[in-house]
């Protein structure tokens, strides 16, 4: 057989493969450098997020937990690694937490919140990102989450609510205005005294609502709050079926947000308006009654002088002993 060198077409070929092969081995373990720096800075990226990230296998276990969420919890990520994630959920939002895992394994992405308990037993609250992972056929293998504790801005919704709750149940009205008179809060008590529903009240002004009496003195009462922070005042008010009520107002300036606002707590004073006025006619009786007496005790004092009078003339001991600070005599 003919003996093949160097320049043959057979050796050429060899070597073109060899160094196909050199090649596609340099690029493998570029590609292999590739996705170890692209995990190295994703796990990087994952352990230092603001956020939690939380990975479950196709039976809710955990295999994956950075160390955000962990510290969420209360736990080491080791600590968490196997658990299943319905551990971590209080018992009362379980058949949402199972709810929500049947749309992981439908394919179905969601955001939603969720409480969670912490090891010491104390529970948070943390918005979640749900994502489903799928594989290449289709089928569910895996979901991933992100978690943002959102505890502080919970408990701090749960002030405010209970705050309006215990400011609906006060006794008085109480508003905040503007200085242009547009309501940026009333409570309950005060729909109660003007007669409407909480939509009619805050779309009026304050103008619409104080009688033209008192309407006229808006400008000047906002005057004196600005100038001395507070003041104390009686307005009518008109309510929804035109008849009018009065209040007795204390209104301090204050800040909403960063806006100039006066807060008023106004009292119904309808019931002491009508006490003074029977007072004040219980006032007028007595003081007619007062003049009717003294009238009577002056004629009947001038009755007993003219018989005193008479009983010198005719000689005999007057009847009545005159007064000592010449008032009304008295009987002898």
Same mark, same amino acid.
């Given at each position: 057989m003919p003996r093949e060198d160097d320049g043959t077409p057979a050796l050429r070929d060899l070597g073109l493969r060899i160094a196909l092969?050199?090649?596609?081995?340099?690029d493998k373990e570029d590609i292999e450098e590739r996705l170890r720096t692209s995990e190295e800075r994703f796990r990087s990226i994952v352990e230092t997020t603001l956020v939690g990230v939380w990975v479950l296998d196709c039976e809710?276990?955990?295999?994956?937990?950075?160390?955000?969420?962990?510290?969420m919890l209360g736990y080491e990520p080791a600590e968490m690694l196997g658990q299943p994630a319905m551990q971590f959920i209080l018992g009362e939002d379980l058949p949402a937490h199972r709810a929500a895992i049947a749309c992981r394994h439908d394919g179905q992405r969601e955001t939603y919140e969720r409480r969670f308990r912490r090891k010491d037993g104390r529970a948070i609250w943390a918005i979640v990102n749900g994502t489903p992972?799928?594989?290449?056929?289709?089928?569910?293998?895996?979901?991933?989450?992100?978690?943002?504790d959102i505890t502080e801005r919970k408990e701090a919704e749960g002030r405010l609510h209970a705050l309006v709750e215990l400011l609906d149940t006060a006794p008085n009205s109480i508003t905040v205005h503007d200085r242009e008179g547009r309501f940026l809060y009333a409570n309950r008590r005060t729909f109660e005294i003007h007669?409407?529903?909480?939509?009619?009240?805050?779309?009026?002004?304050? /103008?619409?609502?104080?009688?033209?009496?008192?309407?006229?003195?808006?400008?000047? /009462?906002?005057?004196?709050v600005a100038e001395q922070g507070e003041a104390r005042f009686e307005v009518w008010h008109f309510r929804s079926d035109g008849t009018q009520v009065p209040l007795e107002v204390v209104v301090r300036e204050t800040l909403w947000g960063d806006k100039p606002v006066h807060l008023s707590v106004a009292t119904d004073i309808t019931e002491r308006k009508?006490?003074?006025?029977?007072?004040?006619l219980q006032l007028d009786e007595?003081?007619?009654?007062?003049?009717?007496?003294?009238?009577?005790?002056?004629?009947?004092?001038?009755?007993?002088?003219?018989?005193?009078e008479l009983a010198e003339r005719l000689g005999v001991p007057p009847p009545y002993a005159a007064a000592a600070d010449g008032g009304p005599s008295e009987d002898t």
């Open positions: 092969l050199e090649a596609a081995l340099r809710g276990r955990t295999t994956f937990v950075n160390q955000r969420a962990a510290e992972m799928m594989s290449q056929t289709g089928e569910f293998i895996a979901s991933f989450a992100t978690l943002t007669g409407c529903s909480e939509s009619e009240f805050m779309a009026k002004n304050l /103008r619409d609502v104080d009688v033209p009496e008192s309407a006229a003195l808006i400008a000047e /009462r906002m005057r004196l009508r006490a003074e006025a029977a007072l004040s007595l003081r007619r009654w007062h003049a009717a007496t003294l009238g009577r005790e002056k004629r009947i004092a001038e009755l007993k002088r003219e018989v005193n």
